[in-house]
């Protein structure tokens, strides 16, 4: 992103953390509305991905079903320009977590080794995270860098302010996700898009795709809970966050094909995630070969 895309971002953010929340979600749809007809790729890349995910698809399905994904990201996003003048407590009431889930979660916590909570791209975990950080522990977020720095920043910043640290995918992230485990905090993090280009090549919806080892090479050598979990957006505009038991890695002496395994058992549940919730499931990127 070019410093005038960066300006012009931090232009629109600034008015859409003074909106009302029904009005800055319509300004979200709206550009949805012109993204989701003139966009050269991310659309045909998305519906690539979302026929792979839900093959039983007609057309005219995902053609509606990729509008409706457009719409719901728009709206994750305006919620993401208001969090700088958001506080917690105002948030609360957005999110709604299935009693199952908080039972998986205290299991994990219960190793007392840290819980890495490995999800996909669906739903808001800037919001989920700020509550959690503030209810039940600290929370940090591994995901990418971004460019140019000054949105990085903005967005390190922006999560810091509501307690939820940015660990960045690189050694020296990885070192400090090690010591936020130590610390008993949750790391929050998604496998299905490989962003370094260093990801295994394993089934994905049954065709191989990249898929990184990170979390799975983490459980196995520090015995951290893998919990896997869904947060989705409900008719109402909150979410409700859902969880399956943890997955714990249990080595058997050859690492790598333990990482292959335990990655694998992971991505059973997120397949799963997105069959129940395609129209979430915002990857407008190319994942498998032959897409656009």
Known sequence: MSEWRWRAFKAVQSLVERLPRPWAYALGVLAARFAWWFSPLARPRLEYNLKVACPELTREELK?????????????????????????????????????????????????????????????????SAIWSATLAPVSLFAEELEPRALFEWYRDTRARLGISVLPLHLGGLRKVTQALHDQEMVVTAIDRDITGTGQMMPFFGRPAPIPLGPAAIAVRLGTPLLPVCVFRLPDDSYRAEAVPPVIAEPTGDTRADEVRVTQQLLRHIEEFIRR???????PHRIWEGSP
Not at 76 to 100: F, G
Not at 277 to 283: A, G, K, S
Request: glycine share 6%; aromatic share 8%; hydrophobic share 45%.
């Open 277 to 283: 919730h395609p129209e979430q499931w915002h990857i």
């Open 64 to 128: 509606t079903l990729s509008w409706l994904n457009f719409r719901n990201h728009a709206k994750a996003y305006a919620d993401l320009m208001m969090l700088p003048r958001m506080k917690v407590e105002a948030m609360r009431p957005l999110l709604h977590v299935d009693p199952k889930a908080l039972g998986y979660l205290e299991e994990a916590r219960a190793a007392g080794k840290g819980v890495m909570v490995v999800s996909c791209h669906m739903g808001s975990y800037e919001v989920v």
